[in-house]
């Protein structure tokens, strides 16, 4: 007679459920907090993922996953978390300049010998967190609890942080691991205490839900530059497109005395759309909800504090025009479940060695994270532009993009999270102004810079002008001049970038 016997209780896994301990406490389930509770779990680290609400999210940034961010994520093994969420294929941008459109498609992988061309997906991004957290709960290793953090535990005498205390359905509750990870996201309650920096937000993104909305170049995400602010539109499934208005602070448009944000989305933001969007963006601002969310810029640091480790948004953030996010957010999971291998780091308590490792984490990560993070910045200063400098430096950047090849592939793969080489971002960035600066002394003016000939999204045409030539050479003067000032302004918003990311 076969006698049945109960396998025997996992006792790393009681230890977890019962007495709150593990290798490894997480605080947040998002983006970067599953992705890292399932690398760890998969190294078989003990993992404790906490989150205080598991119910779906509703977000309208974090919806857009670059192609280096897919790559990331096949190599965590998550792929599958794009599937079964109406994602949609993303092959590159459309950058419409004054009603004026370019192609930007992702370059081709020159490793690939049938030169394919990489995708990014788009999706509402509540369906891709849940995916994500199925994932993390089926890990070996993962027990994820909701629970909302309230404090870090701190060793009095040494600093070291010993895990968490929270509350579980009102209740006071703990939780405690040899590392402690926080990525708690944009709005971090713990920031404050331990990194030096603060986030600085200029702007705002105002998002809407398009309902089947007819995009000039479907399975692309659409830039639209004009007299304002740059506004985004991509599709985040088979009806829903987002459109995200940049409004920076203290916009007179948008001001109580003259409407409020719904003024100016009807009156300045609507005429400027392409037309066959501004039908669905009408009804979408008559009938859906309008939701905002800080553009914050924030440095990256370094983590000094034994036994915690921040992450994600929690610790560095980028002008969310680029898309990048979520892409440096799998790609530091990548970086760092390699640094805290067992092989390299048998145990996480041995903190001298962990804090090595985070040391190494903060500038082995900056090959790519630097260069996306100073391409946000340096493009939502020229797609913002307010002052003709800037106006002459955006008109370049189009005009770039316009040439073509090497114009292109270049920029985008950066953008893209292909392209790891802060020398590329350099070279394609000054060339721009070089251009900007060139096209001053053929003609091509920016538009609204006062200069003349360009038109709304034209360029001069030299020569269709009578007595043109000597009007070239009696501008030259004034011209050189300009030319100054414009390559001065590309300094003036590439270096102050250049240096956080230098000396964080």
Same mark, same amino acid.
């Given at each position: 007679?076969?006698?049945?016997?109960q396998?025997?209780? %996992?006792p790393?896994?009681?230890?977890r459920r019962?007495?709150?301990?593990? %290798? #490894?406490? #997480? #605080?947040g389930?998002?983006?970067? @907090?599953?992705?890292?509770?399932?690398?760890?779990?998969? !190294?078989?680290?003990?993992?404790?993922?906490?989150? +205080?609400?598991? +119910?779906e999210?509703?977000?309208?940034?974090?919806?857009?996953?670059q192609?280096g961010?897919?790559?990331?994520?096949?190599?965590l093994g998550?792929?599958?978390?794009l599937?079964?969420?109406? &994602?949609?294929t993303?092959?590159?941008y459309?950058?419409?300049?004054?009603g004026?459109?370019?192609?930007i498609?992702?370059?081709?992988n020159?490793?690939?010998?049938?030169?394919?061309r990489?995708e990014?997906?788009?999706?509402h991004? @509540?369906?891709f967190?849940?995916?994500?957290?199925?994932?993390?709960?089926?890990?070996?290793?993962?027990?994820?609890v909701?629970?909302?953090?309230?404090?870090?535990?701190?060793?009095?005498?040494?600093? !070291?942080i010993?895990?968490?205390?929270s !509350?579980?359905? =009102? +209740?006071?509750?703990?939780?405690f =691991?040899?590392l402690?990870?926080?990525s708690?996201?944009? &709005?971090?309650?713990f920031?404050k !205490?331990y990194i030096?920096?603060q986030p600085?937000?200029r702007?705002?993104?105002?998002? *809407?839900? *398009?309902? %089947?909305?007819?995009?000039p170049?479907?399975?692309?995400?659409? #830039?639209?530059?004009?007299? @304002?602010a740059?506004v985004?539109?991509?599709?985040?499934?088979?009806?829903?497109?987002?459109a995200?208005?940049?409004?920076?602070?203290?916009?007179?448009? &948008?001001?109580v +005395?003259?409407?409020?944000?719904k003024?100016?989305?009807?009156?300045?933001?609507?005429?400027s759309?392409?037309?066959?969007?501004?039908?669905?963006?009408?009804?979408a601002l008559?009938?859906g909800?309008?939701?905002?969310?800080?553009?914050?810029f924030?440095?990256p640091?370094t983590?000094?504090?034994?036994?915690?480790?921040?992450?994600?948004? $929690?610790?560095?953030?980028?002008?969310?025009l680029t898309?990048g996010?979520?892409?440096?957010a799998f790609?530091?999971?990548?970086l760092l479940? $390699?640094?805290?291998?067992p &092989?390299i780091?048998? %145990?996480?308590?041995?903190?001298?060695?962990v804090?090595g490792q985070?040391?190494?984490?903060h500038w082995?990560?900056k090959?790519?994270?630097?260069?996306?993070?100073?391409?946000?910045?340096?493009?939502?200063?020229?797609?913002?532009?307010?002052?003709?400098p800037?106006?002459?430096?955006?008109?370049?950047?189009f005009r770039?993009?316009?040439?073509g090849?090497?114009?292109?592939?270049?920029?985008?793969?950066?953008?893209?999270?292909?392209i790891?080489?802060?020398?590329?971002?350099?070279?394609?960035f000054?060339?721009?102004?070089?251009y900007a600066?060139?096209?001053l002394?053929? =003609?091509?003016?920016?538009?609204?810079?006062?200069?003349?000939g @360009?038109?709304r999204?034209?360029?001069?045409?030299?020569g269709?002008?009578k007595?043109g030539?000597?009007?070239?050479v009696?501008?030259?003067p004034?011209n050189?001049?300009?030319?100054?000032?414009?390559?001065?302004?590309?300094?003036?918003?590439?270096?102050?970038?250049?240096?956080?990311e230098?000396?964080?």
């Amino acid at each position: 007679m076969a006698v049945m016997t109960q396998p025997e209780p %996992d006792p790393i896994g009681v230890r977890r459920r019962l007495h709150h301990e593990a %290798d #490894v406490v #997480v #605080v947040g389930a998002g983006i970067m @907090g599953c992705a890292v509770a399932v690398a760890l779990g998969k !190294q078989g680290r003990s993992v404790l993922l906490l989150e +205080k609400s598991l +119910k779906e999210p509703d977000r309208i940034v974090g919806e857009l996953l670059q192609p280096g961010g897919i790559a990331a994520l096949e190599k965590l093994g998550l792929r599958d978390c794009l599937e079964g969420i109406d &994602a949609i294929t993303v092959r590159g941008y459309e950058v419409i300049y004054y009603g004026e459109g370019v192609e930007i498609p992702y370059p081709e992988n020159a490793d690939d010998t049938n030169r394919k061309r990489p995708e990014g997906r788009s999706f509402h991004h @509540g369906r891709f967190i849940q995916r994500l957290r199925e994932a993390a709960r089926s890990t070996p290793n993962v027990t994820v609890v909701e629970t909302k953090v309230t404090e870090l535990v701190k060793n009095g005498d040494t600093g !070291q942080i010993l895990g968490v205390e929270s !509350q579980t359905v =009102g +209740k006071p509750d703990f939780y405690f =691991g040899h590392l402690t990870i926080i990525s708690d996201g944009y &709005a971090s309650k713990f920031r404050k !205490q331990y990194i030096r920096h603060q986030p600085i937000a200029r702007s705002k993104f105002y998002g *809407l839900e *398009l309902i %089947d909305a007819d995009l000039p170049r479907p399975q692309h995400g659409h #830039v639209v530059l004009g007299d @304002g602010a740059p506004v985004l539109l991509y599709q985040i499934g088979t009806h829903e497109t987002r459109a995200l208005v940049d409004v920076p602070e203290n916009l007179p448009s &948008a001001s109580v +005395k003259n409407g409020g944000i719904k003024n100016h989305l009807r009156h300045v933001v609507l005429p400027s759309l392409p037309k066959p969007v501004q039908s669905s963006f009408e009804a979408a601002l008559d009938t859906g909800a309008l939701r905002s969310m800080p553009n914050s810029f924030l440095p990256p640091s370094t983590n000094k504090t034994p036994g915690m480790m921040m992450l994600g948004d $929690a610790m560095n953030m980028r002008h969310p025009l680029t898309g990048g996010g979520m892409t440096v957010a799998f790609n530091d999971v990548v970086l760092l479940s $390699a640094l805290l291998h067992p &092989a390299i780091v048998p %145990d996480l308590s041995n903190t001298p060695l962990v804090l090595g490792q985070m040391s190494s984490f903060h500038w082995r990560r900056k090959s790519l994270t630097s260069v996306i993070n100073i391409l946000a910045q340096a493009l939502y200063s020229l797609f913002a532009a307010s002052d003709p400098p800037l106006k002459t430096l955006q008109l370049g950047c189009f005009r770039y993009f316009q040439a073509g090849g090497s114009c292109i592939d270049g920029p985008v793969g950066l953008l893209a999270g292909i392209i790891r080489q802060p020398l590329t971002l350099f070279y394609h960035f000054f060339a721009v102004a070089l251009y900007a600066i060139w096209l001053l002394f053929v =003609g091509g003016a920016a538009p609204g810079s006062g200069d003349g000939g @360009g038109g709304r999204g034209g360029q001069y045409a030299p020569g269709k002008e009578k007595g043109g030539a000597w009007r070239k050479v009696l501008a030259a003067p004034g011209n050189v001049v300009k030319g100054v000032g414009v390559f001065w302004k590309a300094c003036e918003v590439l270096g102050p970038v250049v240096v956080s990311e230098v000396r964080s």
